[in-house]
């Protein structure tokens, strides 16, 4: 019995190869798009999410800058209120003191004699030292006699009276009496 052969067609058969290789390589081209584009979505997911970081950590910053702006300038007005607290409670001891400054300098005015210059004076609200100068030591012991005699100030001591014929200098220290 003979055999019976096929007809083989070659080229129909090349042809059937090829399209199943195009078919393969479309299938891969496919994918590899598909990757490309799934990589790009990421890539994008993830620098959106960068830069609205950046974005955040640049507005914390500024908002950290401004507080701390802020804070700077509380503690200068605390400082400023404190500052003020004080100059007011010291304003409020000097005018609660000043009527008894005012009357020992008037005191002061009404014991010295006519010819007594006062060099210096240095006061307090319970003791006075003076430096006088006068022509006479007459002048001088007078001033002290009247400091000792009056009833607002005790304890009145003097030092040695120094100068020339024509000028006495003293200083006199006393306590004020409390009244």
Known sequence: MAKKLKDINLLLAYERGIKKKDATLR?????????ICLFALIASIYLTKIMTTNNDIKRLSDEIRIKQQQMVEAQRLVEKKTLDTQKRALLEYVSKNHIKYLEILDKLEALAPINLKFESLNLS????TCTVKADTLE???QFVYNLQTSNYFMNVNFSSVTGDESSKTSTISADIARK
Do not use: A, D, G, S
Request: charged letters at 20%; glycine letters at 0%.
């Open 139 to 141: 002048t001088v012991t």
């Open 125 to 128: 609200t319970e003791k006075i």
């Open 27 to 35: 299938v891969y081209f496919l994918v590899f798009i598909l990757e």
